[in-house]
């Protein structure tokens, strides 16, 4: 799919590897939906930015936690920028959850964000896609869902299931729409990382650097714009799956 003209909605696309995603896709010639949760003033700058470049971008609040909201997202994200043709779910949570204090609010938690809202928004830009005849969604997974890090399991547990998320919806919505998802390792080091954690991160990273939110654009623009891949889980994290 060109990308040129096309709809795209980024959620969590204020901050960090989203905004990346969002001003690679507005770079192409996408109009971008950028939705945010809380980081209100960074959407803004991120769309005056776009705007300045001669692209097109419009701001959506949404708590995604709120399966009503993730709803009215989609609604208003075609309201406003007409059908939505690319739908990158990259919005997540992500804390440590150590086993001692570990419960079911924290489950709860992570399954409502990271993947009851794409599951939710897949279905409903999804079937849409499917009506038009063509789309793509690209879901932003993780490779530790395969090599865990400690004290994240309610994490895993939601980024496994955008895998699997992605090969069923792939299935459901063939032939018409591609549905595949990235797996990100060390691209940016976790908020609030001391030194010593992100060289404890290195040291078991083969590539021995944080690949940066342009490793990530890039694999979303080959999702998007080959049409003959769909189901897969693209690593992109510097090796460390093979340490
Ligand atoms: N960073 C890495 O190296 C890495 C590694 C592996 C996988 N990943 C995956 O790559 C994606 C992006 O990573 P990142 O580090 O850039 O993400 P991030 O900074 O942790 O979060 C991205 C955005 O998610 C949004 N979000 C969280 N909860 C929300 C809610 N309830 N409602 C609405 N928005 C909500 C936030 O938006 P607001 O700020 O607007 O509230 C936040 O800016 C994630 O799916 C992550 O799991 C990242």
């Given at each position: 799919?060109?990308?040129?003209?096309?709809?795209?909605?980024?959620t969590g696309a204020a901050r960090r590897i989203g905004r990346a995603i969002a001003r690679g896709?507005?770079?192409?010639?996408?109009?971008?939906?950028?939705?945010?949760?809380?980081?209100?003033?960074?959407?803004?700058?991120?769309?005056?930015?776009?705007?300045?470049?001669g692209g097109t971008a419009e701001a959506f609040a949404a708590?995604?936690?709120?399966?009503?909201?993730?709803?009215?997202?989609?609604?208003?994200?075609?309201?406003?920028?007409?059908?939505?043709?690319?739908?990158?779910?990259?919005?997540?949570v992500f804390y440590a959850?150590?086993?001692e204090t570990l419960g079911e609010r924290e489950l709860d938690d992570n399954l409502a964000i990271n993947l009851k809202a794409p599951?939710?928004?897949?279905?409903?830009?999804?079937?849409a896609m499917r009506t038009r005849g063509a789309g793509k969604i690209v879901s932003i997974g993780d490779a530790g869902a395969t090599h865990p890090y400690r004290d994240y399991l309610p994490y895993y547990v939601s980024k496994a299931?955008?895998?699997?998320?992605?090969?069923?919806?792939a299935r459901a919505l063939a032939p018409a729409v591609q549905v595949n998802c990235i797996a990100p390792g060390p691209i940016l080091p976790p908020s609030g990382a001391s030194a010593e954690d992100e060289a404890r991160i290195l040291a078991r990273t083969p590539l021995a650097r944080f690949g940066g939110p342009e490793a990530v654009v890039a694999a979303v623009v080959y999702l998007v714009e080959n049409d003959f891949v769909t189901g897969t889980t693209l690593v992109v994290d510097g090796g460390r799956s093979l340490v």
């Open positions: 799919m060109e990308l040129s003209g096309r709809t795209a909605l980024v896709l507005a770079t192409r010639g996408a109009r971008v939906a950028v939705h945010y949760g809380r980081s209100a003033a960074d959407a803004q700058a991120l769309i005056d930015e776009i705007r300045a470049a708590d995604l936690a709120d399966p009503a909201a993730v709803l009215a997202l989609a609604a208003r994200v075609e309201a406003e920028l007409g059908p939505v043709d690319v739908l990158i779910n990259n919005a997540s959850t150590p086993l599951y939710l928004l897949s279905l409903r830009l999804g079937r299931g955008v895998v699997a998320l992605t090969e069923s919806l």
